[in-house]
């Protein structure tokens, strides 16, 4: 039972790490119809950037972890957002026309590019660093299961901020604005909707997300590595894809269902936990063959 | 005709850039060692550190007027993989005018490698990487090793261990060459000593989440969390065994005797932590000051670490076979078989008939108050502090 | 300029442009010091852009269209001279034998996706499969010449595991199978002992009727470099699957795949079987992938798990797009390019992910169609010798 409860609570922290991750993807693909891969590595950018905003708040000074903690986070968010508003301005939009192919493979190489240029400018950048850590580490023990207050913390915010993305979404003229770029772009140009600023305020919201699960991943493991971003980003992927792209629910589902994959393949398989990557990646295949664009379809018509 | 001025222009001057390369001096009487470690990723303090070392020797040896040659240092990047590890040899190797090689601290790597150094005929002394297969797992007479090997190590760890009072061990290891020999070595002399393990677990080196092997780990309260492999992996085990409230005495080898290990970690995680690694310290060896001082006006920006005084030895005693026999690499290794007794900054060295060179002293280690200290001088074998579970 | 030029044939002008390039490639090899290779790099950028405005370009093109089949034996007879040249030196042979081999990876690659259109990120992973089946024939006493086709065949049938997915997605989610695949790939082979796991395996040399390639071929007391025997063997290999592309490309298979790549839904009306020819292609790249993976890993001696990784193949990717999708010449110099230059420039072979990845990105934003872009298809050939096509 406590065995159990130790994988749940593993399980639902990676969860809310990847549906933060494939909610950003999902956002990209809804308004402009492409899939920006460089999107884990802008992640890992946005880690870094909030352990260089650790590192700098303790040098002058401030030691108090939650001074630190709010360094972190906002420096990542802002970092992060402007990276992806960036982004989107000088290679997205202007590859808009271009064949799907070209994008894909321009995003791909953006991300090597990112990580290639965190591991060889950043100082010892190939090293993982250690990230501080900033939540309260008081543990409560159930019996033999051990509850640590910073996973609770996370998981907490984790759901926080995915529930203020669907309010966002939902409640809020900006996210009308966003639902209407994502269904229609040329009628909603012709309602007045600023398309170019939308477009750059989507990729800034959806790369702010991937900071904070950036964030979230270097608190929960204490440590960031310039390779985060790839595996990270492929599994956000992966997971927007079983929830169908283009459908914010369905890229939490699919967060969460991954994490589940993990969980099922790591208590299956316990000689070598390393599988669990294996089996999760498996089953994705499996599901694409067996229902090519996810678990909730994409509506999508050609012209022919 | 304008176009035939534009075109003739743009040859002369295409013909001119072409000539730039072909002047040039070259320099005689150089000879080539080549230095080959992991200058980046986790174990680089320690790659670094063997090839300034390593450098060290050959600024020195190329000050001395009484040098033959001059020699020139061709470091490569190991990166701690075995397939860089085989592309720097065969860079190395095939270069003709390199004649020597000191090479590997990552085990993984130099297993990958010896059949290299045997096709391109290249003599190499190992400086860092202790697997016993490297020297005795081959009848490679271009293989040899200045440092000991991982078996004394686990012997002596095993020993000290149980006499200290633990009785029950929980194994985690590496699945390369490396964090397998531990397993194979500490488990064979604890069985031996008395001890319990309870369980073993395989982990590849790059992993990230130690949860589904320490949570069942924790299940069966071990006294001790015995670790095989190197620095990064330990300091990601020994978080989340924190994370998971593990209290067991966490007990490494030789690969994460490195000062990276206790800056990954805070000092009261790294606290009490146990490790053993063969060689005595740098202050204790028999040239130890004179390399310590040495390094230290050469102004490296980074420390020669745990396996420096082993590199700059290996390179000094590579530069005397070249001094003896000249530039050939057929001639070096014949000289290398016959080394018994040669004086070194790490103690007289022998060659065996495998190239294994004999280190007898085998240092325990502790961590206290954030630095690696030697067991004997530690407040915890004087009794002031406690190891974890006693 | 290009009047003077339009009176030479222009097999001749061809012929010139192969010799000087043979002339540069060996002047290039030899150089070892960072500032020589820049400035050679230099000139042929200039020498290079200065072709193009003198029209040696388009009678260069004209030539491959006129006589291909010569054109190919000149190059393939400048590809000796270069071997001879360097025959005693390891390091040349082997960045020339690794060059020939990526260039037929390349070519693979080119049949899945310049030609039809099947994205496929996991040629490493393709590439790594044929290496290890060579490490494991070798190994286990078959015949070591078996290591290459059966390399190729097990690209193929593991190819063929992914076959449904593949065939039934478009776009990003075919990208997300092969990217998964390529991830899985290494993680799989590093958990598995069998298979060597994190250590890798060593791969013994190929045998070829009794002819060890790891021994040094002596004629006399003139020993070669052992390397000498892959780059030959490497120099056949990439001729044949560079025959077999073009044969392919000019039959109506490969008209074929070219529907189906430029509109899935209008080639479909016309009858061309879609999955067929994706399953085809699909497959055909992995065999070819998996062959050369195979003599690769003969020659490295050596085969680990970090040597396929999903950045491996996004290389692999990227010279096929510096190239020019579906044009075999462009795809092998850009081979040559990616190979060569990182090893020489010792000073840029950290940077070089990079350094690939921003250049990748300026093609795509700047030049989309590559280095030697692919023409418009000949439907007729050339009917008189001299004859505009």
């Known amino acids: 039972m406590d065995l159990l409860g130790q994988y749940l609570i593993n399980g639902l922290m990676l969860g809310t790490i990847y549906a933060l991750v494939a909610v950003g993807f999902t956002l990209f693909f809804g308004v402009l119809d492409v899939i920006k891969f460089s999107h884990g590595d802008v992640l890992m950018v946005g880690a870094f950037t909030g352990f260089t905003a650790a590192s700098a708040a303790a040098a002058i000074g401030l030691s108090h972890p939650l001074a630190q903690l709010a360094a972190t986070v906002v420096f990542a968010l802002a970092g992060t957002a402007v990276l992806g508003a960036v982004i989107a301005k000088w290679l997205i939009l202007p590859l808009k026309t271009a064949p799907r192919l070209n994008i894909l493979l321009a995003t791909l190489m953006l991300g090597t590019a990112l990580r290639e240029a965190v591991r060889l400018f950043y100082p010892d950048g190939s090293n993982p660093k250690a990230f501080p850590a900033l939540l309260p580490t008081t543990a409560w023990q159930f019996g033999n299961f051990t509850l640590r207050a910073d996973s609770a913390i996370l998981v907490v915010t984790g759901i926080a901020v995915i529930v203020g993305l669907h309010l966002v979404i939902n409640r809020t003229r900006l996210g009308l604005a966003i639902r209407a770029v994502a269904q229609d772009e040329e009628t909603a140009r012709t309602m007045g909707i600023n398309y170019t600023l939308i477009v750059l305020v989507t990729f800034a919201l959806g790369s702010g997300i991937a900071a904070v699960a950036g964030v979230m991943d270097g608190l929960y493991y204490n440590e960031i590595n310039f390779g985060m971003g790839l595996l990270l980003g492929l599994i956000g992927f992966s997971s927007a894809i079983i929830g169908g792209l283009g459908n914010l629910y369905g890229a939490i589902l699919g967060g969460f269902l991954f994490a589940a994959l993990q969980m099922i393949g790591a208590v299956a398989m316990p000689f070598a936990s390393a599988y669990k990557d294996v089996f999760a990646f498996a089953v994705v295949i499996a599901l694409m063959a067996w229902k090519p664009t996810g678990l909730i379809p994409e509506r999508s018509s050609d012209r022919v | ?390 | ?389």
């Open chain 3, 1 to 389: 300029m290009t009047q003077v030029l339009s009176r030479v044939p222009a097999f001749a002008v061809a012929a010139v442009t192969i010799l000087l390039g043979l002339a540069f490639a060996i002047v290039f090899m030899e150089q070892e010091s960072d500032v020589a290779v820049i400035s050679l790099v230099a000139l042929a950028a200039v020498a290079a852009w200065l072709g193009t405005r003198a029209g040696v370009a388009d009678r260069v093109s004209a030539a491959a269209v006129e006589r291909p089949g010569s054109i190919a034996l000149l190059v393939a007879a400048a590809m000796l001279v270069l071997i001879g040249v360097f025959v005693e030196d390891h390091f040349p042979l082997l960045m020339l034998a690794t060059v020939m081999i990526y260039g037929t990876v390349a070519l693979g690659l080119n049949i899945q996706f310049g030609y039809t259109g099947v994205v496929n990120f996991a040629g490493a992973a393709f590439f790594g499969i044929g290496a290890y089946t060579s490490a494991k024939v070798v190994d286990s006493g078959l015949p070591a010449i078996l290591a290459l086709p059966l390399g190729a065949i097990f690209a193929a049938l593991i190819g063929l595991l992914l076959v449904i997915p593949v065939v039934r997605t478009r776009g990003h989610y075919a990208a997300v199978v092969t990217i998964a695949f390529s991830v899985l790939f290494k993680t799989f082979l590093e958990v598995n002992d069998t298979l060597g796991g994190p250590q890798g395996l060593s791969v013994g040399s190929m045998k070829l009727f009794g002819w060890d390639f790891g021994d040094s071929p002596t004629f006399g007391d003139f020993e070669a470099s052992f390397y000498l025997n892959y780059a030959l063997a490497a120099l056949v290999m990439l001729a044949l699957v560079f025959v077999l592309v073009r044969r392919l490309e000019r039959s109506w298979l490969g008209l074929s795949l070219d529907a189906v790549r430029l509109d899935e839904t209008g080639a479909a009306c016309y009858g061309i079987g879609i999955r067929r020819s994706k399953i085809f292609a699909f497959v055909l790249g992995n065999a070819i992938i998996g062959l050369a993976g195979a003599l690769y890993g003969s020659m490295q001696g050596y085969v680990a798990p970090t040597s396929f990784t999903f950045s491996d193949s996004l290389i692999l990717v990227a010279i096929v797009l510096l190239g020019g999708m579906g044009s075999p010449w462009g795809t092998i110099l850009a081979a040559a390019i990616v190979v060569i230059l990182p090893e020489k420039l010792q000073a840029i072979q950290e940077y070089r992910f990079l350094l690939f990845s921003a250049v990748v990105i300026a093609i795509l934003l700047f030049r989309p169609a590559g280095l030697l872009p692919r023409g418009v298809r000949h439907y007729f050939p050339p009917l008189r010798k001299g004859a505009e096509p």
């Open chain 2, 1 to 390: 005709m304008k176009s035939i001025l534009r075109f003739s222009v743009g040859a002369v001057l295409s013909a001119a850039l072409a000539a730039m390369p072909l002047v040039g001096a070259s320099a005689k009487d150089t000879v080539k060692i080549a230095f080959i470690g992991p200058l980046s990723g986790g174990t680089a303090s320690i790659g670094v550190g063997g090839r300034n070392s390593t450098e060290l020797a050959i600024r020195l040896r190329n000050a001395d007027p009484k040098a033959k040659y001059t020699y020139e240092l061709f470091a490569q990047d190991d990166e701690c993989k075995p397939n860089v590890g085989v592309q720097a040899a065969t860079k190395a190797a095939a270069d003709r005018k390199v004649i020597g090689g000191i090479t590997h601290y990552c085990s993984a790597v130099a297993m990958s490698t010896v059949d290299i150094y045997h096709k391109f005929n290249l003599p190499v002394i190992v400086w860092g990487a202790v697997l016993p297969d490297i020297t005795y797992g081959n009848d490679y007479k271009e293989v040899h090793r200045v440092n000991g090997t991982m078996i004394n190590q686990n012997q002596v760890a095993a020993d000290f261990m149980t006499k200290h009072g633990y009785k029950t061990w929980v194994i985690l290891h590496d699945t390369t060459d490396y964090g397998k020999g531990h397993n194979t070595y500490f488990s064979k002399y604890l069985t031996q000593d008395g001890g319990k393990i309870l369980a073993t677990f395989g982990v590849t080196s790059d992993q990230q989440d130690f949860t589904a092997e320490l949570t069942k780990a924790k299940e069966l309260k071990p006294d001790v969390i015995y670790f095989g492999g190197l620095t990064p992996l330990g300091v990601r085990i020994r978080q989340q065994m924190d994370k998971l409230g593990i209290k067991a005495q966490f007990q490494g080898a030789s690969g994460i005797v490195s000062d990276a290990f206790i800056e990954g970690l805070d000092n009261k995680l790294a606290e009490g932590t146990l490790a053993f690694r063969e060689g005595a310290p740098v202050e204790k060896l028999p040239g130890g000051q004179y390399f310590m001082k040495e390094y230290e006006k050469a102004k490296f920006d980074q420390g020669a670490d745990a396996y420096g005084p082993f590199a700059f030895a290996a390179a000094n005693l590579m530069m005397d076979a070249i001094e003896k026999v000249g530039p050939n690499r057929k001639k070096v290794t014949a000289y290398l078989a016959k080394v018994e007794n040669r004086d070194s900054i790490v103690g007289p060295i022998t060659f065996d008939d495998h190239g294994q060179n004999s280190v007898a002293a085998i240092t325990k280690y502790v961590i206290q108050d954030g630095k690696w200290v030697l067991w004997e001088d530690s407040e915890y074998a004087s009794g002031e502090r406690k190891l974890a579970g006693m």
